[in-house]
C-alpha cells in the first residue's frame, strides 16, 4: 500500500491564484482530513470527510474548500490564495473517527503565498 | 479554552540515554491520546496511544504515562538514537466532542 500520497510537494503561488491539492489513500479508509500546520503551533483542522459526498468543517476552513467524490480521494481546494494561507499542508485518513483512531499521514505540500 | 503543549520546547539528549518528551492537556473530557513523530519534511507518524482507562502502555523503546489527575501524558524514549530525532507531537481526543487538539510538538535532538 501506497498510504496517503499527497501533490504536488511544493508549490508558489501569487496572490490570488487559485489551485488544488490532491490527496489519495488506498487503504478503503473512510475517514479524511485535512490540517495546516504552522510553524511551532500544532496542526489545525481545516476540513474533514466521514465518507464519499460528505464534508465538513473543521477549525480553520475560510479560504478553502473541499469535495469527496470517490472514497479515495479527497482535493482541497485555494480559490483566492491569500498570504495566510502559506503553510504545510497534511492530509490524513482513519478507519473510524478522529476521536478513536489514530490517523495516516501523507508527506505534505509546502504552499507558499507570495 | 482547550489546549494541548502551547509552547515548542526543545530536548537535546546524548545517544544511549533516554528520552522524557511531556505534555500538558487541558480537557478533562479527552479519552484517547496520542503520541506521533514527525521527521523533517515529512508528515507526523503514529508512535504510540493510549486511552484514558489506562495509565500506562509500553511499545518497542517506547512508554507512554498518562496522570489524567494532573491532565500530563509524557513519552519516553528508551536507549534514544540519532533516528529518534524529530518533532513529536501529542494529540488528545475526544469521544464526546469528537475532536482532536494536536499540540505544537516537542524537537528531540539526539548528539551522537
Known amino acids: 500500500n501506497a498510504g496517503v500520497t499527497q501533490t504536488p510537494k511544493f508549490r508558489i503561488l501569487k496572490i490570488g491564484q487559485s489551485m488544488t491539492l490532491q490527496c489519495a489513500q488506498d487503504m478503503n479508509h473512510n475517514y479524511m482530513y485535512w490540517y495546516r500546520q504552522d510553524p511551532g503551533m500544532g496542526l489545525k483542522l481545516i476540513y474533514y470527510s466521514v465518507g464519499a459526498g460528505i464534508t465538513d468543517k473543521g477549525e480553520v476552513p475560510n479560504g478553502y474548500n473541499v469535495s469527496r467524490s470517490t472514497t479515495e480521494d479527497f482535493p482541497l481546494r485555494l480559490e483566492l490564495a491569500a498570504p495566510s494561507q502559506t503553510s504545510v499542508y497534511f492530509c490524513?485518513?482513519?478507519?473510524?473517527?478522529?476521536?478513536?483512531?489514530?490517523?495516516?499521514f501523507g508527506p505534505g505540500t509546502r504552499l507558499t503565498v507570495l | 479554552g482547550e489546549s494541548v503543549g502551547l509552547h515548542l520546547p526543545t530536548l537535546s539528549v546524548q545517544e544511549g540515554d533516554n528520552s522524557i518528551i511531556n505534555c500538558a492537556y487541558s480537557?478533562?473530557?479527552?479519552?484517547?491520546f496520542i503520541w506521533y513523530k514527525q521527521e523533517s519534511g515529512k508528515g507526523p507518524q503514529f508512535i504510540i496511544d493510549i486511552r484514558s482507562n489506562m495509565d500506562k502502555r509500553q511499545g518497542q523503546r517506547v512508554t507512554v504515562l498518562l496522570n489524567k489527575t494532573v491532565k500530563h501524558l509524557s513519552l519516553q524514549i528508551a536507549a534514544t538514537q540519532p533516528g529518534d530525532s524529530a518533532v513529536y507531537f501529542c494529540a488528545e481526543n475526544s469521544l464526546i466532542n469528537d475532536k482532536v487538539i494536536f499540540g505544537p510538538g516537542t524537537s528531540l535532538s539526539v548528539i551522537p
Open positions: 480537557n478533562s473530557a479527552s479519552d484517547y
Open positions: 490524513a485518513s482513519s478507519s473510524f473517527g478522529q476521536s478513536t483512531d489514530t490517523q495516516y
